[in-house]
């Protein structure tokens, strides 16, 4: 998974089993935004419902598929095989399944997520110096 998000958004990975309770533990905590102040704001997001989706893979060199994800962001998809992918969105917000808009951006800027925090890749331009790469300032 290749993730298209702002920079202020974190990444919490955890099994789709324990999705709702990771949210009730961490609203208003970790999680960020908009769950300030914790279970109130939960209360008045809703429910959560969730969407198993298959997505047939293209291998790793290039994306097979984008989840996009309304005014968050999106997820390019890849990999040999057959994808099974749960999406939890709070009712009402929606998601759709496109093709991929940048299949090949995964070798070119990504973060490879190490479970504390993401680390950018650092490469060099012709010139030998160093890019910056996406999200650096």
Avoid: C
Wanted: charged fraction near 30%; proline fraction near 7%.
């Amino acid at each position: 998974f290749t993730f298209f998000v702002s920079n202020d958004v974190k990444l919490h990975p955890t099994d789709s089993s324990k999705a709702d309770e990771f949210i009730a533990k961490h609203a208003g905590k970790i999680l960020s935004p908009p769950l300030e102040p914790g279970p109130e704001r939960m209360e008045q997001i809703g429910e959560f419902e969730y969407h198993d989706i298959e997505i047939e893979g293209d291998g790793w060199k290039e994306a097979a598929a984008d989840i996009s994800l309304r005014g968050l962001g999106w997820v390019a998809v890849t990999g040999p095989g057959t994808a099974r992918v749960r999406v939890g969105v709070p009712k009402g917000i929606g998601f759709s399944v496109r093709p991929p808009l940048m299949p090949f951006d995964i070798w070119e800027a990504t973060a490879k997520y190490t479970g504390g925090r993401a680390v950018r890749k650092s490469t060099k331009t012709k010139a030998g110096k160093r890019n910056k790469g996406v999200g650096r300032r």
